[in-house]
């Protein structure tokens, strides 16, 4: 099988939950934007393709589909990549536990664009601040103490009792955090055990390892969905807190 | 089949999309929150029952398992309700769409409440005022255009070529953005021809007609997602827009 991933260049953004399952996994992907330039998703958003239109990227070109929405890709690709465990229940379970996932990621993007995602953070930086300022004290102790208490309780190992796309994306969400909040996450640390040793092992994984060690991995930086802006992690830019 | 519905009394909000689909079908189901209240959520979001931890409501009890987020609930019932097409590509395209239709709800409830979901209204209204212009500029018109499109592509009747849960959350959608943004769908108005015809037929499916009628549908309110501020909808409160 191979794959076609579409999605933009220079960031990791939301194609970079795809691009963890398709690495680990060995898949034989194409990162289209990468070799053609980001003029290769317009036609599809555009409708001048066939198959389902996306209303964005990220999306997968793959047995003649096209398909839409992170979550979506991945409850895809999970049976096709060995990824989720088999049955129904197991798989609604796991697109449950992504789309609370994709939550989160709106909210962390939102923390730093709460008024206009067109516009310049430096235009909506005031509302930002109080934002991320809720983020931190409310919306991430909240969502990662869910993930902690059902990943502890399905053993510790694995959120699915089993290896996952799920347990990729949590390994994402955190490293995404760690960059973009780091004084919000050394705060919550005591309280995210297993959260933390599953993203110890996921690094650890063959194929995860030699992908963040290659060029394919990006660095976070502040164009994408995880920014680091230290005023709103609890930092101070020169005014009051 | 006999289906439990868990949301939060009060307001129609995410669980209307689940319960327009139980009600179109005719399905034999309990709004367990309004016969027994909303203590009756709790234990689930505590991880004191059985199956699948929800994060938040709506979620759905059914053959045993507790399915979550209401995009993943109508891929659950679309097969069982004879609400999507056959097959795994359409049941894709299903679940792609109605994801897109969560983000834009999403944003739409941001539109009140960019700063923190659990402060009041009134304490994020001048945020509030600069995200509902970009919704009504820019968000509206990009997401219903990409429906608009994408309906009059499949033949106008239908979005997937025959009735969906798709079309049934896109009539609610609709509905709700005519409450809460009157003056922006009168703008909007000419360019969403299909939408707009979609949502009248809807609306006379007979088991829907029954139902809009019915003491089960609420009114719309300002605690729900859908809310009408005047001064949201490029209105005036008395300060200038």
Do not use: C
């Amino acid at each position: 099988m191979q794959y076609q991933l579409y999605y933009w260049t220079g960031i990791q953004g939301r194609g970079e939950f795809v691009r963890l399952a398709l690495e680990d996994a060995g898949a034989d992907y194409t990162d289209v934007a990468r070799e053609a330039g980001d003029d290769a998703i317009a036609p599809f958003l555009d409708g001048a393709r066939d198959g389902a239109r996306p209303f964005a990227p990220p999306f997968l070109v793959a047995e003649g589909q096209v398909v839409a929405q992170a979550a979506n890709i991945l409850h895809f690709l999970g049976p096709r990549l060995d990824l989720v465990p088999e049955g129904e229940a197991a798989r609604l379970q796991a697109l449950q536990l992504q789309l609370t996932i994709a939550d989160l990621v709106t909210e962390i993007h939102d923390s730093h664009h709460p008024i206009a995602s067109a516009e310049y953070y430096e235009d909506q930086k005031d509302a930002a601040r109080r934002r991320a300022a809720d983020l931190r004290q409310h919306r991430l102790p909240k969502f990662l103490g869910y993930f902690e208490q059902v990943l502890a309780r399905a053993g510790g190992q694995h959120i699915l009792h089993r290896h996952s796309y799920v347990d990729l994306s949590l390994f994402q969400l955190v490293r995404g955090l760690d960059y973009a909040y780091p004084r919000a996450m050394q705060t919550l640390a005591p309280k995210i055990p297993h959260l933390r040793k599953l993203e110890a092992r996921i690094a650890e994984r063959p194929n995860i390892a030699a992908y963040l060690a290659s060029e394919r991995r990006l660095a976070f930086n502040t164009q994408g969905i995880f920014r680091h802006y230290p005023e709103l992690d609890g930092g101070t830019d020169g005014s009051e807190d």
